[in-house]
């Protein structure tokens, strides 16, 4: 789940960033992240609740 989350995350980042510099979006990503930054740490500490740590080991 961590690894998917992370790849899914740059996914999402790398296509909005190709959208602003190809002109098909127009928004302010600074201003963005600014305002909305505390979301970028609810998420983070979501994935990293749901990920197995592996101490639950099977014998």
């Known amino acids: 789940m961590k690894g998917n989350f992370l790849a899914l995350a ?3 980042i790398g296509a909005l960033a190709l959208a602003v510099n190809l002109d098909l979006l127009e928004i302010d ?3 963005l ?3 909305w930054w ?3 740490l ?3 500490g979501v994935a990293l609740y749901l990920t197995p740590d592996g101490s ?3 014998p």
């Open 42 to 44: 609810i998420g983070l």
């Open 29 to 31: 990503i600074v201003a």
């Open 38 to 40: 505390p979301l970028g």
């Open 56 to 58: 639950a080991r099977k």
């Open 33 to 35: 992240l600014r305002q």
């Open 10 to 12: 740059l996914v999402v």
